[in-house]
């Protein structure tokens, strides 16, 4: 009855053209067990013989199995069906219902457009139809809007089931590693202690730290694996270690399943045309169930690791409200506010003398749009008032928060042992494993034993390295506190002025100490002050004025009392004498040197004073060739006159270059009358 019904449609240009068989199933779940759907998508191609198409016609296109009929975006076959279609190479297109083809309108009514086009028919389990008849068109219309209304209702049917036992807490997900199901599907711990070693010294260290990178680090000084477990390959579920990754750590802090809550609907689509996942408010949570099986940390733990995250995130943004604690020396790095315009400020250091200064900038608008700095505040005076107001403050908790560090540094220690004892441990069991299936094997099967002998050397090998590793960790005690280092904690339990200033203390923790104390701080500049306002988390709040730091060459300056001292001295003393005076009153330079006679002459230049020479030129003093001209004799006479007492001169330098006195017209000096003078140099 079918083909006697189908003889109209079917003519000899649709015979002359191949038939397309598509077959598809939505899930490899239903290829692999529903295994009588396919057979009846493989039946239709007796339904082309019958139509009168040959064996040799008919093209199956079957590469589409598992894959969903939602979109055409994935699937390579449909994408190939379109196309011969589309290039008038088919008479007609076979499916076991429309469903099979498309569960999308768009996609339907374009296939159909298409075949209408083309003269292309197109079968089903139900009929033939000719896409270019209005009645035909209709019904394959129609049965494409039935097929795309079931799929929503299946996806509602199997939404709803998920989400009813999400807000129970009774839906199976996948869980993050170190928490696994039990026989009767409850969330427990990993059996595994290495696996709860690992977790428990990654919140410690990052509660001790504050920074995810600060967690990287320290696992990778301590020369310490993370473990992961595989989630697909042939491998799927099994664990294994590898070094810890930032990613990592971030998404181990940003789970509440370690804090023993139930959560679902933690991230959703975002709404712009990305369609990327974004991450959602907690209170917009389709489910968020706290203490429903153990975890690695409290809630309250958990919230405040949150806000840890989120103000280490906004060290990044615009309107951060303060900045993680990071390297350099600036105590009040990601806490200090403009009193100008309150925008947060940046910091900037310069080296003087070897040593890094920091200067705290507001300089987002000069960024913007090319403004001038709006101000500019010398730190490190004002790091060292406010690391004194902190002394102060935390003096009656030295002693407590000293032991507390020597405590929690002990107990991280003893963590990172446990962990790399652990990980001896089972390259252990798994050399003693490859050692008993290499006992139990056949020796006649050499291909079997020769392969066990090869996993069990491969497993003694690992463990070597495994011990040696372990043995070169204890020795060189990483991590560990050293009896040095022990004695010196003990040693300043009771002194904080001198933890704080002690240089073995990183900058880095006198930063997080700031950041216990302080809120934040906001610091104005005038011509000659320093106005800080200085606000703590309970709501009080102080203010600290200093004058406003020296710049480099004010500070190297020489005081003037100095300067006037030098000016009085220069009257009777030349650089060198003078200079030793000032030395001998316990004076300095500029720069906190000791005097010499370049100093001087560089002071007598710089500050345009009268030289020795000028001074005495002013008394009326002579230069040698004035002095001989006047006597009437040679430059070598006038030494031997000097070296012999008929005249005097004065050293106006250190280079022992001399002035003269000019001779009395009435009492001349008389020239000796025996010998010629000897030769000077």
Known sequence: MFVEAAVTK???????????????????????HHTESAHRQYDLRGRAIALGWQGDQIQVIDVDQGQSG???????GFQHLVAEVSLGRAGIVLGLECSRLARNSADWHQLLELCAMTGTLICDED?????????????????????????????ARLRGGVLSKARRGELITPLPVGLVYDGADHVVLDPDQAVQQALRHLFATFAATGSATACVKAFRAAGLLFPWR???????????????????????????RYAGAFTYGRHGRSPNATGSSVKIPREQWISFIPDTHPGYLTLTEFDANQARLAANAAAHGRDRAAGPPREGIALLQGMIACGKCGKRMTVR???????????????????????????SIPGADLDARIGGLLIDTLSPLAVEAALAVSA??????????????????????RADLARRRYLTVDPANRLVAETLEADWNTALRELQAAQRDYDTARTQQTGQLTDTQRARIQQLVTDLPAIWNDPDTPARERKRIARLLLSDATVSRDRDTITAHIRFPAGQHTTLTMPVPKTGPEARRTPADIVSLIDELLDHHISGEIATILNQRGLVSGTGEPFHHKIIDNIIRAYR????????????????????????????????????????????NDKGETLYHSPDPDNPPKRPRIGRPPKTS
């Open 609 to 652: 004073l009268r030289t020795r020479r000028q001074r005495l030129r002013e008394e009326g003093m002579l230069t040698p060739a004035e002095m001989a001209a006047r006597l009437g004799i040679g430059s070598a006479t006038l030494k031997h006159w000097r070296h012999t007492g008929i005249v005097t001169a004065v050293r106006y």
């Open 127 to 155: 009929g033939l139809y000719d896409p270019r008849d209005f009645n035909d068109r209709l019904l394959l219309g129609m049965k494409g809007q039935m097929s795309e209304a079931e799929l929503h209702f299946i996806k």
């Open 349 to 375: 250091y310069h080296r003087r003398r070897g040593r890094d200064f920091p200067t705290y900038v507001c300089q987002r608008e000069g960024i913007d749009t090319a403004q001038p700095v709006c101000a």
């Open 10 to 32: 079917v003519t000899a240009a649709h015979l002359g053209k191949e038939a397309l068989l598509y077959v598809r199933q939505s899930t490899l779940k239903q290829v692999l």
């Open 70 to 76: 939602a979109s055409a975006a994935d699937r390579e």
């Open 408 to 429: 929690e540094l002990d107990q991280r220690a003893a963590a990172a042992d446990r962990m790399r004892a652990a990980v001896v441990e089972r390259a252990q069991y």
């Open 230 to 256: 595989h989630l697909k390959g042939p491998r799927k579920g099994e664990l294994d270690w590898k070094p810890l990754a930032h990613h990592t750590v971030l998404r181990i802090l940003h789970n509440p």
